[in-house]
């Protein structure tokens, strides 16, 4: 069964600063997607960003990119000059390459954003 | 674009009471959606997926005469939590895959937050 582990509950960053969320997960697969949301506190689940296995590139989208590492089963989430609008629970995902496959979650990562 | 709405975002019922929850995507079409439960400063569990047309599929443990769910258009799909008690209190999430735009990425609603006194 495919797992998707985050270990850090909570981080916290200073505002302009860089701060790495960790994920790593579990499977067999060899086609699969992982994917960060960001929880703000309006609860409204948004796509951060998102990777294909298949691709070695690492994705990015403007401050955010990944650090995709497939053999270690690491998929960790950069967010660079952090803004006060990032403080969020972030949520790692795991979805399994085919039609209607689910998706699986971590059990997410608490930023706060300090000013 | 990718909207998906939710409503009501919030009910409040008496217990034995059944409450319907409409996930809608408003700008796509989706074939398959999905309805999860979050707990307080909990992860998102899926409690099953919706496909148009057809029965839902509930993950195990759901039970799923009290958590109905009706995929009955493209763009409409229900969640019917039945005879409803305290501990069905919870905030229920919908998603929505898009079937034209790709089928890796999905769409979340709003969320409805559900309070059983």
């Known amino acids: 069964a495919q797992t998707v582990t985050q270990s850090q509950p909570e981080m916290s960053v200073q505002e302009a600063e860089t701060v790495t969320l960790s994920c790593t997960y579990d499977?067999?697969?060899?086609?699969?997607?992982l994917f960060w949301y960001k929880q703000p506190p309006s609860r409204q689940m948004i796509l951060v960003i998102r990777?294909?296995?298949?691709?070695?590139q690492n994705a990015t989208e403007n401050r955010f990119s990944v650090n995709f590492q497939k053999a270690a089963k690491s998929f960790s989430l950069k967010i660079s000059d952090s803004q006060l609008g990032d403080a969020a629970m972030y949520f790692c995902?795991?979805?399994?390459?085919?039609?209607?496959?689910?998706?699986?979650f971590g059990t997410g990562t608490l930023l706060a954003v300090q000013p | 674009g990718a909207v998906v709405s939710q409503h009501p975002s919030r009910v409040i019922c008496k217990s034995g009471t059944s409450v319907k929850i409409e996930c809608r995507s408003l700008d796509f079409q989706a074939t398959t959606m999905f309805w999860y439960r979050q707990f307080p400063k909990k992860s998102l569990m899926l409690m099953a997926t919706?496909?148009?047309?057809?029965?839902?599929?509930?993950e195990q443990g759901v039970e799923k005469d009290k958590f109905l769910i009706n995929h009955a258009s493209l763009t409409l799909s229900t969640l019917t939590v039945t005879s409803a008690h305290p501990e069905d209190s919870s905030f229920y999430i919908c998603?929505?895959?898009?079937?034209?735009?790709?089928?890796?990425?999905?769409?979340f609603g709003p969320g409805t937050r559900l309070l059983v006194l």
């Open positions: 919706s496909n148009e047309g057809s029965k839902a599929t509930y």
């Open positions: 990777q294909e296995a298949y691709k070695q």
């Open positions: 995902a795991y979805r399994r390459g085919g039609a209607t496959n689910k998706l699986i």
């Open positions: 499977t067999s697969e060899s086609d699969y997607y």
């Open positions: 998603s929505a895959r898009d079937r034209m735009r790709g089928r890796e990425t999905q769409y």
